[in-house]
């Protein structure tokens, strides 16, 4: 059964013996991160990596509050938290919805049946304000206070306190689709925060389609994509316009809903690459099994998570922007300051003595190391749909997601290895990545020993290194310009003469497979090891 709620999340937590309760008073100032960094990097490279899940229930300055940290930081904490044995059975599951067995009579109809009957049950239900326990207690007008919340600074240098693990909430202006994204969100005093939602993220789109709404007519002489997603381009943009132009833009606003300490599909549907047309309330019931359940928020219309810990309510003003930042990231560096959209709070409801969720990036390994690896394995299908030649992919944690990708192809003709680079290239959020690695499908993409050892010995750097310019992620501080940068695709596959190489290709190294049967059954005889 899937979990309700963040509860019954910590409870099989504890059950299974992945839970530390920290009694000991600990500040959400520094000292959390410090002791959920050096946890996250406990037992490295050995199957208890990642240590345990934290709950600090003596926080300092904050009576009575807990924190829940590093909940989805190890393998088995991920399998825990969607509820499998194997993360690779829920992309079994995917194929199946994806790529059903067509049916050629009417007994294969109706063995599609329970299948569609399963998609159906997936869909969020809405149930009534009284049921919905985020609802407890409700906080308007004067009684917001987001300082009331044991919200953690994460790094030294950072501007100040995070909302570090947020289910971002808005709605597409033209669709009706709803999104929830994860968005860090700083902490400016009790009724505002900063909203870093990128350019290319789905949240900075919506305000996008506002804003065309709100002044079509200036539509031409506005650089949109700055202004809604921020940035020093955006303070530029803004001084372009007329006053008059500026003030009907700040009047319009996009409402926007954040749930804090959900149950865990559903937060971490949250960082998922969903396909366009697809909510992320879908993701987590189809993760989940089971539909999520909605509540209509107070001041907003949007629909929240009814069992979240937290929900806050509000608005981003059109066209209003304020310096974000620093932060210290998952890239193991500071993003430095830069213009981002202000969230105000309109209300906050919450559950009676409520858990915030939270959590530190930084130099990886982390707890979000482990996240990307599930959703590496989880959408491995629907990057094989779109590419089919695709064997397996990996995402190293040191790649921090958007700067290594490691793909192994069954490849089929000359250049097939950079048709593969073009087209990761050209799929949503992997345009970011910034160094893709091509290997033939009889390499372990996640040995990384045999990755570097194919990729050394079978690259000629000059031929098969090939650089391209396009989008890169905003956090890249390496990049020639913000959001603008090179690319690199290293081809180690084995090379052909329709590939120009006319030299013999040699076989690696394998043992005759008889000798090596022979050798396995007298090996504890040995005593060798």
């Known amino acids: 059964m899937a979990y309700n709620d963040l509860r019954e999340w910590i409870k099989q937590l504890e059950k299974a013996g ?25 037992g490295r490279g050995t199957a208890k990596a990642g240590g345990p ?17 590093n909940q989805f930081g190890s393998e088995r904490r991920m399998r825990l938290a969607l509820e499998t044995d194997s993360l690779d059975a829920i992309a079994d599951r995917i194929r199946t919805l994806i790529k059903p067995q067509m049916p050629t009579n009417f007994m294969d109809k109706l063995k599609l049946l329970p299948t569609l009957a399963e998609v159906g049950s997936f869909f969020p239900k809405v149930v009534s304000a009284k049921d919905a326990p985020c609802k407890q207690v409700i906080h308007r007008g004067d009684d917001v206070n987001l300082l009331e919340l044991p919200i953690l600074k994460t790094w030294p240098q950072d501007g100040g306190p995070f909302i570090t693990l947020p289910c971002v909430i808005t709605r597409d202006p033209k669709s009706g689709k709803r999104n929830v994204g994860m968005y860090r969100m700083q902490v ?20 996008r389609e506002r804003l065309r709404e709100a002044s079509p007519d200036s539509a031409a002489r506005v650089d949109l994509m700055a202004i809604t997603a921020g940035g020093t381009a955006a303070a530029s943009s803004l001084d372009t316009l007329t006053t008059t132009t500026v003030t009907r833009i700040r009047e319009d606003r996009m409402e926007v809903a ?33 539909p999520l359940e909605l509540v209509k928020a107070e001041t907003v219309d949007l629909e929240v998570p009814a069992n ?26 500071y993003t430095m300051q830069d213009e981002y959209p202000v969230f105000h709070i309109t209300c906050i409801t919450h559950r009676k003595d409520p858990i915030y969720a939270a959590t530190i990036v930084g130099k990886p390994p982390m707890e979000d190391a482990w996240m990307g690896k599930a959703v590496e394995r989880i959408f491995l299908p629907l990057m094989q749909l779109t590419l089919p030649e695709i064997v397996d992919v990996n995402l190293p944690a040191e790649g921090v997601f958007h700067n290594l990708m490691i793909v192994s192809i069954k490849k089929s003709y000359a250049g097939h290895a950079r048709k593969i680079m073009n087209g990761i290239w050209a799929m949503g959020q992997a345009m970011f990545t910034k160094c893709i690695i091509v290997v033939d499908e009889d390499c372990d993409v996640q040995d990384l020993a045999e ?32 959001n603008f940068g090179s690319k690199m695709g290293i081809d180690a596959t084995r090379k052909w003469a329709a590939e120009g190489f006319n030299r013999p290709w040699p076989p690696m190294l394998t043992m005759d497979a008889e000798v090596k049967t022979k050798v396995d059954a007298i090996w504890k005889k040995l005593g060798i090891e």
Do not use: C
Request: zero cysteines.
């Open 18 to 42: 992945e839970l530390k309760r920290i009694t000991i008073e600990v500040s959400p100032d520094l000292e959390m991160a410090e002791i959920a960094d050096r946890t996250a990097k406990l």
């Open 53 to 69: 899940a934290l709950l600090f229930e003596n926080v300092e300055g904050y009576p009575g509050a807990r924190v829940l940290m």
């Open 188 to 207: 400016y005093d009790g009724k505002t925060t900063g909203m870093h939602w990128q350019r290319q993220k789905v949240a900075a789109e919506h305000m």
């Open 258 to 290: 954040v749930a804090i300490g959900t149950d865990p599909a559903t937060t971490f549907s949250a960082i998922v690459p969903a396909p366009p047309d697809v909510e992320e309330y879908l993701i987590a019931g189809f993760l989940r099994q089971k």
């Open 308 to 333: 979240a810990e937290y929900i806050l309510e509000g608005y981003v003003e059109l066209g209003e922007l304020r310096t974000e930042g620093p932060f210290g990231d998952h890239t193991g560096f």
């Open 451 to 482: 990755v570097t050892l194919r990729t050394t010995n079978n690259i000629d750097p000059e031929r098969d290194i090939q650089f391209t310019l396009g989008p890169v992620d905003s956090l890249d501080h390496a990049s020639r310009l913000p």
